[in-house]
């Protein structure tokens, strides 16, 4: 499995950004999360979505905030991000855990496959 993340960028405080990560190399839909690692800080995570979609959780820091989707048909995962602080800067991960799982993961150790990180920046 391939997961390629995209969408980071530059952002105003308060401003929305909508990463993307496309899974490639498999016919299965997996559990996903995103996490996210600031400079000088551990991986940390961010939210997760069940294979179809029912099922999401997100961490205390970003709930209300941000919101996970995806569409299956596309192979592709969202992580909408609104209301932006500084504090959210971070490069972004996505990662794929287990194919067909409704569970949702916080714990990175739990995701098999992971993206190669896109860069988010909030000015303030």
């Known amino acids: 499995v391939q997961l390629q993340a995209s969408g980071g960028g530059l952002v105003q405080a308060g401003g929305s950004l909508r990463l993307s990560c496309a899974a490639s190399?498999?016919?299965?839909?997996?559990?996903m999360g995103w996490f996210r690692q600031a400079p000088g800080k551990e991986r940390g995570f961010v939210g997760a979505?069940?294979?179809?979609?029912?099922?999401?959780y997100y961490a205390d820091s970003v709930k209300g905030r941000f919101t996970i989707s995806r569409d299956n048909a596309k192979n592709m995962v969202y992580l909408q991000m609104n209301s932006l602080k500084p504090d959210d800067t971070a490069v972004y991960y996505c990662?794929?855990?287990?194919?067909?799982?409704?569970?949702?993961?916080?714990?990175?150790?739990?995701?098999?496959?992971w993206g190669q990180g896109t860069l988010v920046t909030v000015s303030s």
């Open positions: 190399g498999t016919r299965a839909n997996y559990n």
């Open positions: 990662a794929a855990g287990s194919p067909w799982s409704a569970v949702v993961v916080t714990i990175a150790t739990s995701y098999r496959y």
């Open positions: 979505i069940g294979w179809s979609g029912e099922s999401t």
